[in-house]
């Protein structure tokens, strides 16, 4: 089995785990829980299938809606994610990204960081939107849009310094 397969698999049930059985359980101020398993989307390889990081990202958003009972609110958010991620790259990265050696030791930590909050800021979006359903309560979305996203991010940048090879 190739390392990187084996290293996404890894990632994947640790993601997984964490969020269930930590982060779901937390709830600071009464609205935040960190949604930190978006960072699955930033790990997974650029260069790697696209079909199958979809149906990878389908079944992360997947398995926490088992998990936490939410009607696939997580699955729609992690596969809307997945699917605009080379638009959020070409955005963050620019020319760079078109070229075939484009990897992320070659960008700036600015560059990562605003990908991250990207992916995390539509996530967010679009989880809290569905989860409201609503465009009444369009200030509780961007409430928990805004807290919830600032916390995953710092969560994200630090597990993302912490868990990283030393050459990204």
């Not at 997945?82 to 075939?100: D, K, L």
Request: glycine content about 4%; hydrophobic content about 55%; proline content about 2%.
């Amino acid at each position: 089995m190739n390392s990187t397969i084996a290293l996404n698999i890894l990632r994947f049930i640790l993601l997984v785990l964490t969020q269930v059985l930590i982060f779901n359980t937390l709830n600071f101020l009464g609205f935040i829980n960190p949604l930190i398993y978006v960072i699955f989307l930033y790990w997974y390889p650029i260069k790697g299938n696209r079909g199958l990081f979809l149906v990878t990202a389908f079944l992360l958003g997947f398995m926490i809606d088992v998990f936490s009972d939410t009607m696939a609110l997580h699955a729609f958010a992690t596969l809307t994610v997945a699917y605009i991620r080379p638009i959020i790259m070409r955005f963050c990265f620019g020319v760079n990204y078109e070229f075939q050696n484009f990897s992320f030791k070659n960008t700036t930590k600015v560059q990562r960081i605003t990908f991250l909050g990207l992916l995390i800021l539509i996530h967010q979006v679009v989880f809290f939107s569905l989860e409201m359903l609503s465009i009444t309560h369009i200030l509780l979305i961007l409430k928990k849009v805004f807290a919830t996203g600032i916390v995953t991010l710092l969560l994200c940048t630090l597990f993302s310094s912490l868990f990283s090879p030393k050459s990204e």
